[in-house]
């Protein structure tokens, strides 16, 4: 057993980890930062689906520990057991312990199993972040697998559903909501999404409730997923329902946890009990941006941005770098239609009481329209009809909607509004963009809506 001694001590190294580290050791160079993970070879989270169809291989979705390396950090593969905050000690399975100044929980979430009967079943799975788990399940499962049912509609199931079907894999995808990815997207994108997946032979079980998985003869493997109206007959299973914060650490060191589930942090990362303890990504609680209800996106890019967040503030509080609540920007590809959501839906903003203003653009993403490759640009923006401030947005398009939405999510946490997206300045080449920026068309017709009510009034 040996005592070890570090300034900053990062648990956990997905997204959140990994970027509070490299954070930490640019900001703050003459601190020693250690990042402590269970595993050697961490896999790119938002890559994991791929790895099954476009990638064809584990070893395609590393993440790299040379960014950590490179910034200054240092990186331990273990388990830590058991932290004392007042000793400011954390003891690892082997029985080393660590001394730290600042501590940063990113232990992440684990999956949702839900409490169905014949979730224990062999050939029953979920996605775990986890090599030798996803490189068991792509080399020797999935490729026995001919009839899988996928449980949940949501970005993982449709993503998982695209790629296994890729490999010859009948695939079934349920889902308890009316519609695919309804909880993030408005109708036109959860439709237009379904009806992509079902060209390529992806049957659609919607308003469909699993009540159980049923074994074969030998009790042992799955056979059949129950649902309330049918039987599916199938030889394996994929729960993606989504996930529940780790917060098995900070409950044992008695953080307070929020009734979401995440252990509660401020503005700057920061836990209730100790400003020298900090919680980022999966295992941290998230406000929306506008309403501060809690927010259950659990993103790669969300935790990323938190991790850079508590990197920043370890030792200072710098006022310009705070957490002003969750923007959840998405996007996905299902073969050639991406999409993508950013802030509000309509349907989100409407159920919350926002009164609202609509405008929307259909543009050619390259011009002129007749340029190789080029598709159809959908773009729907939601403004507060009082002050015109974007609250969200939605595309669908080809490749280049995945800056666009970006672009989206920055100008909502900018405040912007409709007129000052009208008079945005960008730039135009007939390969790479529209001749018409989307989001300068989209905020233009909810203007012209906007006078057009104003002179009826």
């Known amino acids: 057993m040996t005592d070890i001694s570090t300034d900053v001590l990062i648990v956990g190294g997905g997204p959140a980890g990994m970027m ?36 064809g291989g584990t070893e395609e979705d590393i993440a790299g520990r040379a960014p950590l390396l490179a910034a200054g950090g240092e990186l331990r593969i273990g388990n830590i057991v058991s932290i004392d905050q007042k000793k400011c000690t954390a003891r690892l399975a082997d029985g080393d312990t660590i001394h730290w100044e600042r501590l940063v929980l990113a232990t992440g979430a684990d999956n949702f199993i839900p409490p169905i009967p014949g979730t224990e079943l062999d050939g029953v799975f979920n996605i775990e972040k986890d090599y030798d788990y996803l490189d068991n399940l792509f080399g020797n499962l999935i490729p026995n ?17 695209d790629e296994v079907r890729k490999r010859g894999i009948e695939v079934h995808l349920i889902e308890m909501l009316p519609h695919l990815m309804q909880a993030a997207f408005d109708l036109d994108a959860c439709e237009a999404v379904e009806a992509q997946l079902k060209s390529h032979g992806v049957h659609l079980h919607t308003s469909a409730r699993v009540t159980a998985l049923l074994p074969d003869a030998t009790g042992i493997h799955i056979a059949a997923v129950q649902m309330e109206n049918e039987t599916l007959a199938v030889d394996g299973v994929l729960i993606a329902i989504g996930v529940r914060p780790n917060v098995a650490l900070a409950a044992s060191m008695s953080l307070t946890l929020s009734r979401s589930g995440g252990i509660w942090v401020d503005a700057f990362q920061r836990s209730r009990e100790n400003p020298h303890i900090f919680a980022v990504g999966d295992c941290a609680h998230k406000q929306d941006f506008f309403t501060r209800k809690a927010s259950h996106a659990m993103i790669a890019s969300q935790a990323a941005a938190e991790g850079r967040i508590a990197g920043m503030n ?24 991406a999409f993508g959501v950013a802030g509000l839906t309509q349907r989100v903003a409407e159920m919350e009481g926002f009164p609202i203003l609509i405008g929307e653009s259909h543009l050619p993403d390259h011009h002129p329209a007749s340029m190789p490759n080029t598709t159809t640009l959908y773009c729907r923006l939601i403004f507060a009809a009082d002050s015109l401030q974007l609250l969200g947005g939605q595309i669908m398009g080809g490749d280049t909607i995945g800056e666009i939405i970006n672009t989206i999510g920055l100008a909502i946490q900018m405040h912007a509004t409709a007129p000052d997206i009208t008079s945005m300045q960008f730039g135009s080449q007939p390969r790479l963009t529209p001749s018409l920026h989307p989001m300068v068309a989209a905020a233009g017709d909810a203007l012209r809506r906007h006078f057009t009510m104003q002179n009826a009034n």
Request: charged share 15%; hydrophobic share 45%; glycine share 10%.
């Open 20 to 55: 509070t580290g490299i954070t930490a050791a640019q900001f703050w160079p003459h601190k020693k930062v250690l990042l402590v993970r269970p595993e050697a070879d961490a896999v790119v989270p938002c890559g994991i689906p791929y790895i099954f169809g476009t990638l």
């Open 314 to 337: 370890l030792y200072s509080l710098r006022q310009l770098r705070h957490n002003a609540g969750s923007v959840s920007v998405y996007a996905s590809k299902i073969d050639s239609l």
């Open 145 to 161: 697998i001919q009839r899988l049912a996928i449980i949940g509609g949501g970005f993982i199931g449709v993503e998982f559903a």
